[in-house]
Nanobody, 124 residues
Framework: QVQLVESGGGLVQAGGSLRLSCAAS????????MGWFRQAPGKEREFVAA????????NYADSVKGRFTITRDNAKNTVYLQMNSLKPEDTAVYFC?????????????????WGQGTQVTVSS
């Protein structure tokens, strides 16, 4: 399995930006899809963005389309989530996940490794 460590969370004002990073260990990183999910207090974990193993195919939750961008650097075993125009409703713990397959998915059961999460707080 791939082990994942997120970083880059923090406190930001509405309209601001943050970039989350997820460092992966394991030789299979470049052959699997990666995803980002988030969980706000009192809510279920939800899909945010996913990226295929090549980095070419992406998909996003409707709530973040046009504001968030997922990318990967297979040479560095790292996936990123660039978050722009942040809103208070983006406040959540963000989790990085490694997929079971090469194409990204919005379903959490398609991921078999998870990071510990990083807190993102957007103030109004």
């Amino acid at each position: 399995q791939v082990q994942l460590v997120e970083s880059g969370g923090g406190l930001v004002q509405a309209g601001g930006s943050l970039r989350l990073s997820c460092a992966a260990s394991g030789r299979t990183f470049s052959t699997i899809a990666m995803g980002w999910f988030r969980q706000a207090p009192g809510k279920e974990r939800e899909f945010v963005a996913a990226l295929s193993w090549t980095g070419i195919s992406t998909n996003y939750a409707d709530s973040v389309k046009g504001r968030f961008t997922i990318t990967r650097d297979n040479a560095k075993n790292t996936v990123y989530l660039q978050m722009n125009s942040l809103k208070p409703e983006d406040t959540a713990v963000y989790f990085c996940a490694a997929g079971r397959r090469r194409l990204g998915s919005q379903a959490s059961y398609d991921y078999n490794s998870w990071g510990q999460g990083t807190q993102v707080t957007v103030s109004s």
